[in-house]
């Protein structure tokens, strides 16, 4: 028998296992047997395990493994529940293990798929937490065993591993208690109220009272006298006297709850032993760790190599002492608490430290003591792990880092010596790339020089040229003698009493020419009042020259320069003011610096030489002062021009002692000298020459001396001239290789890179003049290289043979297009660029719409670009270059007898077999036909081609 079920008018239905269903009328004594019929419409499976009456009469009856019948007595029907059925009558899980209707006649039912619902009025079963939505923190798909409900309307289920569910359906909540509450297993089979209200619970590991009262849990197994601990499912039954029958697997247990005492005695908790390792510790065995006995130490020490030990501890219970419960802490280790039923903490692996065992008692009953028993340990570090060994660690290791951080700023030091080093070797490598640069205006006029030409015009004006660029050069190289000596602090001053307001005008007058060359408007100062200083006038001299210098070279044309002298209570100002296009806020405070050099190319000014940075030093030796301020146009409002401002103060004339160096008199800065103008281009088959030189004066001097030969187009940077190369397509490039933004070398590369301008020959011109330097150039595929200063005639040469070079290869190019032996097609082009061009000509052979303009697609350029690559490349215009592809081809295939001429023609692009033969007689001086049976009679002479 599974279940027995008494109804209403009296009757037992008892549910066994295989044998179905049976009812007995305690009238009459005769039962009645229900079996799982063969048809459909009865009983669902003869293993039934529950049964229930609802409020309406009819019967709820559970299998084992074939889901819930609802009985009508009545009618004689059944309605099954079942989870391979559809829509009201699903349910969740085959095994009926637990069935319950509560007061408010809601069906419950437990599976091995957990915990599910029916409520009056509904149809059919829902799981709680769909039902109920502050059930949702039960687990689901748990298997439950027991649903009981007792006087209070709150359920209590029993789950197969997760405990003791406590549902309060008015409150909608759900408590749940495991074994980390008390209960001795998880595994609750059956639930069951006494007389007081107590919940009893019959799990796998005995009996189980909970008093939800005072949330008390006492636990009884075979040391109470239990038969056995394992108890079956549902099996708890309370009389009416209260007593309690409990089924298990050892028989029946009869108790009354109201007989079990229960035991209030408070008992002292003792540490009975220690032992390390497999060994137990005792004062009498020598290792000096206990002095008594262990229960009366109130600290043990132990050293690091005996931190594996167990400590026991007993509570001097004596009723049922089996059933004693301990807990215990390693304080300082671990924060959780330990359960155990044995009485002993084990621990391995311990680190040095200070510890606390902390253990507390439960008794037979479950009765927790209040006080715990505390025990310190104290585990010794290891003799490298002490105070002093980490001292000793401690000094290693800031001798070490002393070492090192000694070693990094030794090497720093170094690091930064040769920072130094190279800084001046870049530094004097700028000033030789400047010296260079004008012996080269030197050396060129006078290449240019007859002198039997010295009456005329021209022959003064290029010994004028000499002259200025030679004191220019002078000046130079005494400008950086000065700023080596002033950098030194060898530089001395003769101050004399000077009148601020006449140099100022004198030097403003040598710079007008310049200026208004650049068609600028210079205003010198207009004071009648003479201000004197005191100063050096040769060295204050080159303050204001280099300032004007800068002023007039960044202000753009039609722009005003402005000089004023003012006394003011902190001395005498000198003030220059361009409107010029400025200096970022970001760039003013290192414009001091020398050959300071910016990169925002047509926003600010771009660089700097020595001439700043050698006028601070000599205004500082002055005990003056030098600022700047400026605005960029960029950063004004549209139509309003930039500013760069410089403010000299400097004392007011005084007395002063000592005895100075007299430096040697130099010459000012002063341009004298005015544009030429530029010859008119030549004749249309003279070469085009790009030059591309940052400083103004060379580069006007070389387009006045290449204009005569060449057409020439002149660039100020290597960026300009990058662009100007690939609009242009120029026949040569020259360069410098020092310029600001791009220099020669990154020109260099982009040039031969770039797949439209990859044929230009390079010419680069620059101050480096070493071995490394030239086969640096080299190596960015430059074609020349000439060091400055050098001879004009030497880079007209230069420039000659690369362009006649050039002419030559194409020559060659077209011979390689128009000339054919016994196969016109066999010859290699030899250019990557002109290979790939009459590749995809030939690809679109015989496509008569293909033009310069599909040709100019493929190859991703414009077609006036095309058109000068072609044309450099081979002398050929870009049709005339399709032309000769087809032409090639079709003298090819004109020597297979078995085409005729309009086949090939058409073969070959050409749509008018008239035009087709004009055109290539043109080249092959015979008709396709007679070039055609020339070749199939192997005649050894080839038809000499003429050039298109």
Same mark, same amino acid.
């Given at each position: 028998?599974?279940?027995?079920?008494?109804?209403?008018?009296?009757?037992?239905?008892?549910?066994?296992?295989?044998?179905?269903?049976?009812?007995?009328?305690?009238?009459?004594?005769?039962?009645?047997?229900?079996?799982?019929?063969?048809?459909?419409?009865?009983?669902?499976?003869?293993?039934?395990?529950?049964?229930?009456?609802?409020?309406?009469?009819?019967?709820?009856?559970?299998?084992?493994?074939?889901?819930?019948?609802?009985?009508?007595?009545?009618?004689?029907?059944?309605?099954?529940?079942?989870?391979?059925?559809?829509?009201?009558?699903?349910?969740?899980?085959?095994?009926?293990?637990?069935?319950?209707?509560?007061?408010?006649?809601?069906?419950?039912?437990?599976?091995?798929?957990?915990?599910?619902?029916?409520?009056?009025?509904?149809? %059919?079963?829902?799981?709680?937490?769909?039902?109920?939505?502050?059930?949702?923190?039960?687990?689901?798909?748990?298997?439950?065993?027991?649903?009981?409900?007792?006087?209070?309307?709150?359920?209590?289920?029993?789950?197969?591993?997760?405990?003791?569910?406590?549902?309060?359906?008015?409150?909608?909540?759900?408590?749940?208690?495991?074994? $980390?509450?008390?209960?001795?297993?998880?595994?609750?089979?059956?639930?069951?109220?006494?007389?007081?209200?107590?919940?009893?619970?019959?799990?796998?590991?005995?009996?189980?009272?909970?008093?939800?009262?005072?949330?008390?849990?006492?636990?009884?197994?075979?040391?109470?006298?239990?038969?056995?601990?394992?108890?079956?499912?549902?099996?708890?039954?309370?009389?009416?006297?209260?007593?309690?029958?409990?089924?298990?697997?050892?028989?029946?247990?009869?108790?009354?709850?109201?007989?079990?005492?229960?035991?209030?005695?408070?008992?002292?908790?003792?540490?009975?032993?220690?032992?390390?390792?497999?060994?137990?510790?005792?004062?009498?065995?020598?290792?000096?760790?206990?002095?008594?006995?262990?229960?009366?130490?109130?600290?043990?020490?132990?050293?690091?190599?005996?931190?594996?030990?167990?400590?026991?501890?007993?509570?001097?219970?004596?009723?049922?002492?089996?059933?004693?419960?301990?807990?215990?802490?390693?304080?300082?280790?671990?924060?959780?608490?330990?359960?155990?039923?044995?009485?002993?903490?084990?621990?391995?692996?311990? *680190?040095?430290?200070?510890?606390?065992?902390?253990?507390?008692?439960?008794?037979?009953?479950? @009765?927790?003591?209040?006080?715990?028993?505390?025990?310190?340990?104290?585990?010794?570090?290891?003799?490298?792990?002490?105070?002093?060994?980490?001292?000793?660690?401690?000094?290693?290791?800031?001798?070490?880092?002393?070492?090192?951080?000694?070693?990094?700023?030794?090497?720093?030091?170094?690091?930064?010596?040769?920072?130094?080093?190279?800084?001046?070797?870049?530094?004097?490598?700028?000033?030789?790339?400047?010296?260079?640069?004008?012996?080269?205006?030197?050396?060129?006029?006078?290449?240019?020089?007859?002198?039997?030409?010295?009456?005329?015009?021209?022959?003064?004006?290029?010994?004028?040229?000499?002259?200025?660029?030679?004191?220019?050069?002078?000046?130079?190289?005494?400008?950086?003698?000065?700023?080596?000596?002033?950098?030194?602090?060898?530089?001395?001053?003769?101050?004399?009493?000077?009148?601020?307001?006449?140099?100022?005008?004198?030097?403003?007058?040598?710079?007008?020419?310049?200026?208004?060359?650049?068609?600028?408007?210079?205003?010198?100062?207009?004071?009648?009042? *003479?201000?004197?200083?005191?100063?050096?006038?040769?060295?204050?001299?080159?303050?204001?020259?280099?300032?004007?210098?800068?002023?007039?070279?960044?202000? *753009?044309?039609?722009?005003?320069?402005?000089?004023?002298?003012?006394?003011?209570?902190?001395?005498?100002?000198?003030?220059?003011?361009?409107?010029?296009?400025?200096?970022?806020?970001?760039?003013?405070?290192?414009?001091?610096?020398?050959?300071?050099?910016?990169?925002?190319?047509?926003?600010?000014?771009?660089?700097?030489?020595?001439?700043?940075?050698?006028? /601070?030093?000599?205004?500082?030796?002055?005990?003056?002062?030098?600022?700047?301020?400026?605005?960029?146009?960029?950063?004004?409002?549209? %139509?309003?021009?930039?500013?760069?401002?410089?403010?000299?103060?400097?004392?007011?004339?005084?007395?002063?002692?000592?005895?100075?160096? @007299?430096?040697?008199?130099?010459?000012?800065?002063?341009?004298?000298?005015?544009?030429?103008?530029?010859?008119?281009?030549?004749?249309?088959? $003279?070469?085009?020459?790009?030059?591309?030189?940052?400083?103004?004066?060379?580069?006007?001097?070389?387009?006045?001396?290449?204009?005569?030969?060449?057409?020439?187009?002149?660039?100020?940077?290597?960026?300009? %001239?990058?662009?100007?190369?690939?609009?242009?397509?120029?026949?040569?490039?020259?360069?410098?290789?020092?310029?600001?933004?791009?220099?020669?070398?990154?020109?260099?590369?982009?040039?031969?890179?770039?797949?439209?301008?990859?044929?230009?020959?390079?010419?680069?011109?620059?101050?480096?003049?070493?071995?490394?330097?030239?086969?640096?150039?080299?190596?960015?595929?430059?074609?020349?290289?000439?060091?400055?200063?050098?001879?004009?005639?030497?880079?007209?040469?230069?420039?000659?043979?690369?362009?006649?070079?050039?002419?030559?290869?194409?020559?060659?190019?077209?011979?390689?297009?128009?000339?054919?032996?016994?196969?016109?097609?066999?010859?290699?082009?030899?250019?990557?660029?002109?290979?790939?061009?009459?590749?995809?000509?030939? $690809?679109?052979?015989?496509?008569?719409?293909?033009?310069?303009?599909?040709?100019?697609?493929?190859?991703?350029?414009?077609?006036?670009?095309?058109?000068?690559?072609?044309?450099?490349?081979?002398?050929?215009?870009?049709?005339?270059?399709?032309?000769?592809?087809?032409?090639?081809?079709?003298?090819?295939?004109?020597?297979?007898?078995?085409?005729?001429?309009?086949?090939?023609?058409?073969?070959? %692009?050409?749509?008018?077999? $008239?035009?087709?033969?004009?055109?290539?007689? /043109?080249?092959?001086?015979?008709?396709?036909?007679?070039?055609?049976?020339?070749?199939?009679?192997?005649?050894?002479?080839?038809?000499?081609?003429?050039?298109?």
């Amino acid at each position: 028998m599974k279940t027995i079920y008494r109804d209403r008018k009296g009757r037992l239905w008892v549910g066994t296992h295989a044998g179905g269903l049976n009812l007995l009328d305690s009238s009459t004594g005769r039962f009645t047997r229900i079996r799982k019929a063969r048809q459909a419409g009865g009983i669902c499976s003869n293993d039934i395990v529950q049964i229930r009456q609802d409020k309406s009469g009819q019967f709820w009856i559970g299998s084992e493994h074939d889901g819930l019948n609802l009985y009508n007595e009545v009618s004689q029907s059944y309605v099954h529940f079942h989870p391979d059925s559809t829509g009201d009558q699903h349910i969740d899980g085959h095994d009926i293990r637990a069935l319950c209707i509560d007061r408010m006649d809601n069906v419950w039912i437990g599976t091995e798929r957990g915990l599910q619902v029916k409520t009056p009025g509904s149809r %059919g079963f829902r799981q709680t937490a769909r039902m109920f939505p502050g059930l949702a923190d039960m687990p689901e798909h748990i298997g439950i065993n027991a649903i009981f409900e007792d006087e209070r309307q709150q359920l209590w289920i029993g789950s197969a591993d997760k405990g003791l569910f406590r549902i309060l359906p008015g409150e909608n909540k759900v408590v749940r208690y495991s074994e $980390k509450d008390g209960l001795p297993s998880d595994d609750v089979r059956a639930v069951i109220t006494d007389l007081n209200g107590r919940v009893w619970l019959a799990t796998n590991r005995g009996l189980c009272c909970f008093d939800p009262a005072r949330g008390d849990i006492r636990s009884f197994n075979v040391y109470d006298g239990l038969p056995g601990n394992d108890f079956t499912s549902n099996a708890f039954y309370r009389m009416v006297d209260g007593g309690i029958l409990a089924g298990g697997l050892n028989g029946i247990v009869h108790f009354n709850p109201a007989d079990i005492q229960r035991n209030d005695l408070r008992s002292h908790i003792a540490f009975s032993a220690l032992r390390i390792g497999d060994r137990t510790i005792n004062p009498q065995d020598g290792t000096g760790i206990i002095d008594r006995d262990i229960d009366f130490m109130e600290e043990v020490s132990i050293s690091y190599d005996q931190n594996d030990f167990s400590i026991d501890f007993r509570l001097l219970n004596f009723i049922k002492p089996g059933k004693n419960r301990y807990a215990y802490l390693l304080d300082g280790y671990e924060t959780e608490w330990h359960q155990s039923q044995t009485g002993t903490a084990t621990y391995s692996n311990l *680190p040095a430290g200070s510890y606390t065992l902390r253990v507390k008692a439960a008794n037979n009953d479950g @009765i927790w003591e209040q006080e715990e028993r505390l025990l310190a340990i104290r585990i010794r570090p290891a003799p490298w792990a002490t105070w002093w060994a980490w001292l000793i660690y401690l000094t290693a290791t800031g001798l070490l880092v002393y070492f090192i951080i000694r070693y990094a700023v030794m090497r720093h030091r170094f690091q930064q010596e040769q920072l130094l080093q190279q800084f001046k070797l870049d530094f004097f490598t700028n000033i030789s790339h400047e010296i260079r640069t004008r012996l080269t205006l030197i050396t060129s006029p006078l290449e240019r020089l007859d002198p039997g030409e010295l009456q005329d015009d021209r022959a003064r004006t290029i010994w004028t040229s000499v002259r200025h660029h030679t004191t220019k050069l002078t000046e130079l190289v005494q400008e950086l003698l000065d700023f080596r000596k002033a950098e030194s602090g060898y530089l001395r001053l003769k101050r004399e009493p000077t009148d601020m307001v006449a140099i100022c005008q004198e030097i403003g007058e040598g710079f007008r020419p310049m200026a208004e060359s650049k068609g600028l408007i210079l205003e010198c100062p207009k004071n009648r009042t *003479p201000i004197t200083v005191s100063i050096d006038r040769t060295q204050f001299g080159k303050v204001i020259s280099n300032l004007l210098a800068n002023a007039i070279k960044f202000t *753009p044309a039609g722009g005003r320069v402005h000089m004023k002298v003012e006394r003011h209570r902190q001395g005498v100002v000198l003030t220059i003011r361009d409107t010029g296009i400025g200096i970022s806020p970001a760039n003013l405070g290192r414009i001091f610096n020398n050959y300071f050099q910016v990169t925002d190319h047509g926003t600010e000014n771009t660089g700097y030489g020595i001439g700043l940075a050698l006028s /601070k030093r000599i205004v500082e030796l002055h005990e003056g002062e030098i600022s700047a301020q400026s605005e960029r146009s960029a950063d004004r409002k549209a %139509g309003k021009t930039g500013f760069t401002e410089f403010m000299v103060t400097i004392p007011a004339l005084r007395e002063y002692s000592g005895d100075p160096e @007299i430096l040697p008199q130099t010459a000012s800065v002063i341009s004298d000298s005015s544009a030429e103008g530029i010859e008119s281009p030549g004749p249309a088959d $003279k070469a085009l020459i790009l030059v591309v030189e940052d400083n103004a004066e060379l580069r006007q001097m070389l387009e006045e001396s290449l204009s005569p030969i060449f057409d020439v187009l002149a660039a100020e940077d290597g960026s300009q %001239g990058l662009e100007i190369a690939r609009n242009k397509i120029p026949d040569l490039v020259v360069s410098d290789i020092m310029m600001p933004m791009l220099d020669g070398l990154q020109l260099c590369d982009q040039l031969k890179s770039d797949r439209e301008t990859s044929h230009i020959p390079v010419i680069l011109l620059t101050a480096k003049a070493t071995l490394d330097d030239r086969i640096s150039g080299l190596q960015h595929r430059a074609d020349g290289y000439i060091s400055k200063p050098f001879s004009l005639k030497l880079l007209i040469t230069q420039i000659n043979n690369l362009i006649d070079n050039r002419r030559r290869l194409q020559e060659v190019f077209r011979d390689d297009m128009l000339v054919t032996e016994k196969n016109p097609a066999d010859r290699p082009v030899r250019d990557e660029f002109l290979t790939e061009m009459s590749s995809h000509i030939l $690809k679109n052979l015989d496509n008569a719409e293909f033009n310069v303009a599909s040709l100019a697609k493929h190859a991703t350029m414009s077609q006036p670009v095309l058109y000068r690559k072609i044309k450099a490349l081979t002398g050929l215009s870009v049709n005339d270059f399709i032309k000769s592809i087809r032409l090639r081809r079709a003298a090819e295939l004109l020597c297979d007898p078995e085409r005729t001429v309009y086949e090939v023609a058409y073969m070959v %692009g050409f749509s008018d077999r $008239k035009y087709f033969s004009r055109e290539f007689k /043109k080249i092959y001086e015979m008709t396709p036909s007679a070039y055609a049976q020339h070749q199939r009679s192997e005649s050894d002479e080839e038809p000499r081609p003429h050039e298109i």
